[in-house]
Nanobody
Framework: QVQLVESGGGLVQAGGSLRLSCAAS????????MGWFRQAPGKEREIVAA????????YYTDSVKGRFTISRDNAKNTVYLQMNSLKPEDTAVYYC????????????????WGQGTQVTVAS
């Protein structure tokens, strides 16, 4: 059973930056597709970014392109989400998730989920 633990959320002013981390409990996380999702109050959960095992394939949803960067360190079983130029509409609970394949990261199920970390962007 893989456990994912997010950290790095908090309160930031619009235009500011935060870096989220997601640490996996097992080495197998390094062989998997890792994704960052978010869910704002009253809205459905949406995928923000995803990264393949080798980091050769990366996906971003349109609203964060040019502002967010996903990366991973397989030696540390950790995936990151660097968020710059934050906007109030980025306010949400952010979750990381893992599955064994990358293909079309916007669809299909993810096998393991973290507990989430709150990101609040004040205007």
């Amino acid at each position: 059973q893989v456990q994912l633990v997010e950290s790095g959320g908090g309160l930031v002013q619009a235009g500011g930056s935060l870096r989220l981390s997601c640490a996996a409990s097992e080495r197998s996380a390094g062989t998997s597709c890792m994704g960052w999702f978010r869910q704002a109050p009253g809205k459905e959960r949406e995928i923000v970014a995803a990264i393949s095992r080798s980091a050769g394939r990366i996906y971003y949803t349109d609203s964060v392109k040019g502002r967010f960067t996903i990366s991973r360190d397989n030696a540390k079983n950790t995936v990151y989400l660097q968020m710059n130029s934050l906007k109030p509409e980025d306010t949400a609970v952010y979750y990381c998730a893992q599955r064994s394949y990358y293909s079309d990261p916007t669809s299909g199920e993810y096998d393991y989920w973290g507990q989430g970390t709150q990101v609040t962007v004040a205007s």
